[in-house]
């Protein structure tokens, strides 16, 4: 078949596929959001414990691959769990390809955070707490807002890396969009056109979020 003709027979199940992708890859990375800032914040802070448990975390997911990670959560956690509790424990497909990428985003996430936080100037912080604000306070009204306007290509950039990186975990199971596209490939063995329409659909995906991004971009200057 030609390339026309496969996506004319393939499109809907990609389209099925590609919205799991899309709609897990936006869970994760709300949820990623909010432990890349949390981790940060504990990287940061003059508690040592809450630093080394934030480094931790940072050096055990950026030193193992993503697909590792997934391996360990759907496989390896139940069945620890299994042999603590002595109970059946199972987790579903979904819920380890969102904890994997979740886990994964938030530790490059929070390292975006931090080098952004300490890229503004020391003496903002001290003017806002010789002012009477509090650590928090300070944080929240007057570093946190410079350092997002800062980091934000970078965290477009990981969101692009997450959505693309979101692939690999077809591999436990999940129907996703490469999942629909190993399925299709094995039924009729039209392997290029069936993976260069997947690549066109990423690539009009990564395109409009750098788009998106400059757009910002040039709002915020």
């Not at 990287?43 to 590792?68: D, E, H, Q």
């Amino acid at each position: 078949m030609g390339l026309f003709d496969v996506f004319q027979e393939v499109y809907p199940t990609l389209l099925e596929g590609l919205g799991t992708t899309l709609q897990i890859t936006i869970l994760s990375l709300i949820i990623a959001m909010v432990l890349g800032i949390f981790v940060c914040l504990m990287n940061i802070s003059n508690n040592k414990v809450l630093r080394a448990i934030a480094k931790f975390y940072i050096w055990l997911i950026r030193g193992t691959p993503m697909l590792v990670q997934a391996f360990y959560i759907y496989f390896a956690v139940p069945q620890l769990i299994q042999s603590v509790t002595g109970s059946q424990f199972r987790i579903t497909v979904f819920t380890a390809r969102l904890v994997t990428l979740t886990m994964n985003a938030g530790a490059y996430i929070s390292e975006i955070f931090r080098g952004s936080i300490e890229s503004v100037n020391k003496g903002q912080m001290e003017a806002a707490r010789s002012l009477g604000l509090s650590y928090s306070k300070s944080m929240q009204k007057i570093i946190l807002p410079q350092a997002v306007r800062t980091c934000l290509p970078s965290l477009v950039n990981q969101c692009i890396i997450t959505l693309k990186d979101s692939t690999i975990l077809y591999a436990i199971g999940l129907s996703e969009i490469m999942y629909h596209a190993k399925v299709y490939v094995g039924r009729t063995m039209e392997s290029f056109a069936t993976y260069t329409w997947v690549a066109v659909f990423f690539l009009v995906i990564v395109t409009v979020l750098s788009f998106i991004s400059r757009a910002i971009e040039r709002r915020l200057d």
